[in-house]
């Protein structure tokens, strides 16, 4: 799996134009995304009967799906939504530490799983506020650069 990430920082001075201003705003906030999961499978084809069309049938309605669910990691990775891909991905990782830092203390003794206990609970508060907060500075981000656009104002980053 490949993450792709991609953040649009050209500016276009289009103020000739109200609409080409708008879509070039949106095309800002829309068009920003982090970590997209990019999934290239292959496909094992044994014995394989049929005329050439047919084979290539297979293949393009195979990699059709494969496209859809590759543009829909894309579209779920936009920092306008606040890239539920990443939120979804950050407490789940809290949450598999809240079940195996216990777990994992427990099978060296009740003290360790106490400890595992507080270490999984800390561990787990803080992914799903780390995740909360980075969606909404997304979400945030994503307005912002919409909107200089809008208003003429170039945001550089470092």
Do not use: C, W
């Not at 068009?31 to 069309?53: C, E, H, M, Q, W």
């Not at 203390?105 to 909360?132: C, Q, R």
Request: without cysteine; aromatic residues 10%; glycine residues 12%.
């Amino acid at each position: 799996m490949v993450g792709l990430t991609f953040k649009n920082l050209q500016y276009e001075n289009n103020d000739a134009f109200v609409f080409a201003l708008l879509k070039n705003a949106l095309g800002k906030a829309l068009a920003n995304f982090d970590k997209a999961p990019i999934k290239l499978r292959g496909i094992d084809l044994r014995s394989v009967y049929g005329t050439k069309d047919q084979v290539f049938g297979t293949l393009t309605e195979r990699y059709k799906e494969l496209a859809k669910e590759t543009m829909m990691g894309v579209v779920l990775s936009s920092n306008i939504i606040g890239n539920p891909v990443k939120f979804f991905d950050r407490i789940s990782n809290g949450f598999n530490d809240l079940v195996d830092k216990p777990v994992q203390g427990f099978l060296e003794g009740p003290m360790e799983g106490g400890i595992g206990i507080i270490a999984g609970a800390g561990s787990f508060a803080a992914k799903t506020v780390g995740a909360t907060f980075s969606s909404l500075h997304n979400i945030a981000d994503s307005l912002a650069n919409g909107l200089s656009t809008l208003s003429g104002v170039r945001i550089h980053y470092k």
